[in-house]
């Protein structure tokens, strides 16, 4: 299996990672902001929150790591949250816009 392809499969796991005060998923609500997929199956995700205190920070990130190994190809998984940039209300999908009645 492509890196690519990998990668399309890990998006749609993390279209499955919700944030349980959000009913968006970190995806649609661009929380993702990079993703590695290494040769060896190794990948690295740059990813944030919507706020620098949430509650449910461990939780989400575990949620994604566990997700992310569980594709098929994936050896292991890195998770590096990172604030910078700031995560902003523009950077969500139009789905996730519309979802949370943003449009």
């Known amino acids: 299996m492509s890196n690519f392809e990998t990668e399309e499969k890990i ?3 993390l279209k499955t ?3 349980p005060e959000i009913p968006v998923n970190v995806y649609d609500l661009g929380l ?4 590695d997929v290494a040769d060896t199956g190794e990948v690295a995700i740059d990813m944030t929150l919507t706020a620098p205190n949430c509650p449910a920070a461990d ?3 575990e ?6 190994e569980s594709v098929e190809g994936v050896t292991g998984a890195t998770i590096n949250l990172v604030f910078e940039p ?3 209300r523009d950077m969500m999908s139009e789905e ?3 979802e949370l009645g943003f449009l």
């Open 11 to 13: 998006v749609a796991v």
């Open 32 to 35: 993702i902001y990079k993703i």
């Open 63 to 68: 949620d994604v790591r566990q997700k992310v």
């Open 17 to 19: 990672v919700f944030d």
């Open 86 to 88: 700031e995560w902003d």
């Open 59 to 61: 939780f989400i990130m």
């Open 96 to 98: 996730a816009k519309l």
